[in-house]
């Protein structure tokens, strides 16, 4: 993984790279729904590699924290709200706004 955030940035240095934010993108939302804490726990450690590429993550991450949470029909899901705001503490004012958002929106 590592390797290929290092190339795409060398090849985009001034952006976030389309094509792998478009394959997370789907990786997020295909995977979410069953392997929630392992997609967070990747996704982490992207974020460790390449901050600004998870951060243009979040309204994808959210939107599949609530929908998955409307199929579940239980409500809020505390483990998985708990587990996005670890990743969301890593990314800085962005990640601190998402919090915010998602704490009203529980109201």
Do not use: W
Request: hydrophobic share 35%.
């Amino acid at each position: 993984m590592q390797c290929i955030i290092e190339n795409c940035q060398s090849l985009i240095p001034s952006q976030v790279c389309p094509h792998l934010t478009s394959v997370l993108r789907q990786f997020i939302q295909e995977y979410f729904g069953i392997y929630d804490h392992q997609v967070y726990h990747i996704v982490e450690m992207v974020a460790v590699l390449n901050r600004d590429l998870v951060i243009s993550l979040i309204p994808t991450l959210s939107k599949t924290l609530k929908d998955t949470e409307h199929k579940q029909g239980l409500g809020r899901n505390n483990s998985q709200r708990q587990s996005y705001r670890r990743l969301l503490v890593h990314l800085g004012e962005e990640g601190q706004a998402e919090i915010i958002k998602l704490e009203k929106d529980s109201d």
